[in-house]
């Protein structure tokens, strides 16, 4: 005897694995798209860090000091964005080079990121 209906336990058990299916893809795309956001954070940390030693790189050597590098701050529209930012700029001198490190911490009300750290060295220019 042939059987051309689906019994209902059969019904259910289908439907359960595409529940269960469902919930997996949902949380993949939600812990998918709150990596993004993390990434673009990050992203966005290592270009401002990267802007301040090329603003570095256009100071001359003697104006490059300590001072300089506690004048340095996050424009107003950064600290709208993230308002408890931190910007953090050390210049040591180190013989006829000047050590460059910049560490920029973007924190705000929907994310917290490690600090980014970049770190150049600075001598003077040749002849």
Request: net charge positive.
């Amino acid at each position: 005897m042939k059987r051309r209906a689906f019994l209902i336990t059969e019904m259910l058990i289908t439907l359960g694995v595409l529940v269960v299916a469902a919930g997996l893809v949902a949380q993949i795309a939600t812990w998918s798209i709150q990596q993004k956001h993390a990434l673009e954070v990050r992203q966005q940390t290592t270009l401002l860090a990267s802007n301040v030693l090329e603003e570095a790189r256009l100071v001359p050597m003697e104006d490059l000091t300590p001072s300089w590098g506690q004048a340095q701050s996050l424009s107003a529209e950064m600290l709208a964005r993230w308002p408890q930012s931190t910007l953090t700029v050390s210049i040591t001198p180190a013989g006829p080079l000047k050590k460059v490190s910049v560490t920029l911490s973007l924190k705000g009300v929907d994310t917290v990121n490690r600090p980014v750290t970049l770190t150049a060295w600075f001598g003077p220019e040749a002849p």
